[in-house]
């Protein structure tokens, strides 16, 4: 089990990732018209090597019960200190550092990009699964 989980390690990291970063990116479009908004962003490469290496840095928060027949849960929280804040190309006079255009390239491509992980993902499985049927 220990080799099947670290075969599809890197691909996994990498769509948690790539969910992260998605909502950081829709968080910066839906504040495109917040005055002093700063565009927040992730960096994908370094983040990713130090969840490969390392492994994922679990956040979570547990989750309060007001009552013994409560069932208990964990929410993960996404650290902010991991975020970075995006320089803009031009300046606003609100003070919001959010670029439409920018922003929905980046949305755009994380996305296709998350699409594609999920496919090698898919693939990945489909060759480990015909090995053991075999």
Known sequence: MDKLDAALNFNREALNLRAQRQEVLASNIAHADTPNYKARDIDFSSRLTEAVERGRASQSMSMS????????????????????????????IDGNTVEMDVERINFADNALRYESNLTVIGAKIKTLLSAVQQ
Do not use: F
């Open 65 to 92: 019960v007001t009552s013994s027949r409560h069932i208990r849960a964990e929410a993960q929280a996404m650290p902010d200190q991991n975020l970075l804040y995006r320089v803009p190309h031009q300046s606003s």
